[in-house]
């Protein structure tokens, strides 16, 4: 009986601690990307994004980014030690500031 308590006990420890590092993951790697486009000016104009437990970014850009900038944050988010991969695209409804 006393082991199956410690066996639950640990178990229940693992998964609280696999959930923190998730969620740690999550806000760090959220944290980079809104850092990287608030380098930006008007980046809430041209991008959204969401980021999953692991820290990886799905990022949509208007459909008129010029496509150097396009290249530009696309690259330093690649490079970004707090996000785990990248997902983006040029789907988004055109923006007013291009």
Same mark, same amino acid.
């Given at each position: 009986?006393?082991?199956?308590?410690?066996? !639950?006990? $640990?178990?229940?420890?693992?998964?609280?601690?696999?959930? +923190?590092? #998730?969620? %740690? #993951?999550?806000? !760090? #790697? /959220?944290?980079?990307?809104? %850092?990287? $486009?608030?380098?930006? /000016?008007?980046?809430? @104009?041209?991008? &959204?994004?969401?980021?999953? /437990?692991?820290?990886? +970014?799905?990022? !949509?850009?208007?459909?008129?980014? =010029?496509?150097?900038?396009?290249? @530009?944050?696309?690259?330093?988010?690649?490079?970004?030690?707090?996000?785990? *991969?990248?997902?983006? *695209? !040029? &789907? *988004? =409804?055109?923006?007013?500031?291009?």
């Amino acid at each position: 009986m006393k082991i199956a308590i410690n066996v !639950t006990v $640990l178990a229940v420890a693992i998964l609280f601690s696999i959930a +923190v590092q #998730a969620d %740690d #993951a999550q806000f !760090t #790697a /959220d944290s980079a990307v809104a %850092d990287l $486009l608030f380098d930006y /000016d008007g980046a809430d @104009e041209f991008a &959204s994004y969401s980021v999953n /437990d692991s820290g990886f +970014v799905e990022i !949509t850009f208007a459909s008129n980014i =010029p496509d150097e900038l396009y290249s @530009e944050i696309l690259e330093r988010l690649r490079n970004n030690k707090d996000i785990d *991969g990248v997902l983006a *695209g !040029t &789907s *988004g =409804p055109s923006c007013s500031l291009f």
